[in-house]
């Protein structure tokens, strides 16, 4: 199963250096039941696309927590055995699963981040994001500004240039 693991690029020196992202569980997002049912009309395209924008949400709170990690949201995808992911229907979020083990570097295919253009604006997001959750509309607005930017792709092989 394809999951989408929600980082920062302080995180992924640390997931290159140990050659896997762990300790488990992982929270992660991915196409589950619910999104599916929710999603009714998408393709599955598309519902991976909502999935990977729900880990860079995740991305940004990740941010938040850590002030020294660069101002750019990180969504790792990676193929993980059906058997080690479990969801919940108890939760808001549709796509949110956790995975029950390590993913191993060679199960990563592929990393998306945001392009340079979009750290101010993720910078902004990420001190709104407490006043957000508070119910601050303005602050609302400034968190949904930085998922306006489109995150990048890039090859696992790519991956240490972004280091």
């Known amino acids: 199963m394809r ?3 929600p980082s920062t690029l302080t995180l992924l020196a640390a997931v290159q250096a140990a050659r896997e992202i762990g300790p488990a569980p992982l929270a992660a997002h991915a196409v589950t039941p619910a999104l599916r049912e929710w999603y009714a009309e998408g ?6 696309y909502a999935a990977m ?3 860079a949400r995740a991305s940004l709170r990740l941010l938040a927590a850590d002030p020294a990690a660069p101002r750019r949201r990180l969504v790792l995808a990676a193929e993980v055995a059906d058997q080690a992911v479990h969801w919940s ?3 808001a979020d549709r796509s949110l699963v956790e995975i029950t083990s390590t993913v191993p570097w060679k199960k990563i295919a592929s990393a998306h981040v945001d392009d340079l253009s979009a750290i101010p604006d993720v910078t902004a997001a990420s001190e709104a994001l407490s006043a957000a959750d508070n119910g601050d509309d303005d602050a609302l607005f400034t968190v949904d500004s930085a998922e306006g930017h489109e995150l990048l792709w890039y090859a696992t092989q790519e ?3 972004l280091l």
């Not at 393709?43 to 991976?48: A, C, K, P």
């Open 89 to 91: 229907r108890d939760t």
């Open 159 to 161: 991956l240490p240039h």
């Open 43 to 48: 393709d599955l395209e598309e519902m991976e």
């Open 53 to 55: 924008t729900a880990a």
């Open 3 to 5: 999951v989408y693991l």
